[in-house]
């Protein structure tokens, strides 16, 4: 018989060998598991596995019991509730939407990943608002975009590239765009609109 406290104890040391890939300080809460385990015969293995990604939260775990030949005979669920606290980025002062992020504006602060999901790391950019994010609030990668290098009604040159041909016209941006997006644009010879690719802050491709 695996009895309670064992469990437990597998449980928390499962969860915390994990710890390198939540990234963060972690707390075990809310443990829901069997209160005994039995293995019919001296050779039954006892393993314990995630039964969902691994993620700040409520964490699902399957215990199974294998015989001597590798097989699963049972499977006995189980949960915890893990926080991750970690520094992230948060504004000094709100930040509005459109508005490029100001890295002096900005400090680490700690948080719960658990109830901070895909909070941004502060690596990357630059990047602008895409939503306004209040002061102490963590930043979410959700909150943020690349600042574009090609701006809504901006004048660029669009380049037609076959096998054997090479075109050039001028263009008209119709949106916001990056490098690697997508964009559409508007020939400005015959209105035409065209779906292009962002090669730089003056080009685009198609």
């Not at 393993?47 to 294998?66: C, D, T, W």
């Not at 658990?114 to 930043?139: E, H, K, L, Y």
């Not at 490098?179 to 010879?189: C, E, S, T």
Request: glycine fraction near 8%; hydrophobic fraction near 45%; include cysteine.
């Amino acid at each position: 018989v695996v009895e309670s406290p064992e469990i437990a104890q597998l449980i928390v040391g499962y969860l915390t060998s994990q710890a390198p890939a939540l990234g963060g300080e972690l707390e075990i809460k809310d443990l829901h598991a069997p209160e005994n385990i039995f293995l019919a015969a001296g050779r039954d293995k006892l393993h314990l596995q995630a039964s969902s990604p691994i993620k700040p939260g409520r964490i699902n775990l399957i215990f199974e019991v294998k015989g001597s030949e590798g097989k699963a005979l049972r499977r006995y669920a189980a949960s915890a509730f893990v926080n991750v606290w970690k520094a992230v980025p948060c504004p000094t002062k709100p930040m509005n939407r459109l508005e490029q992020v100001n890295l002096a504006n900005v400090a680490l602060v700690r948080k719960n990943l658990a109830f901070n999901p895909n909070a941004w790391d502060g690596t990357g950019g630059p990047w602008r608002m895409v939503r306004s994010v209040g002061t102490g609030q963590a930043i979410t990668m959700a909150d943020i975009e690349p600042v574009p290098v090609i701006a809504k009604g901006d004048k660029v040159n669009l380049v037609f590239e076959g096998q054997n041909l090479r075109l050039h016209v001028k263009v008209e941006a119709l949106s916001d765009a990056g490098v690697g997006q997508a964009i559409q644009v508007r020939n400005l010879q015959s209105n035409r609109k065209i779906l292009a690719t962002v090669r730089d802050a003056s080009t685009v491709v198609v």
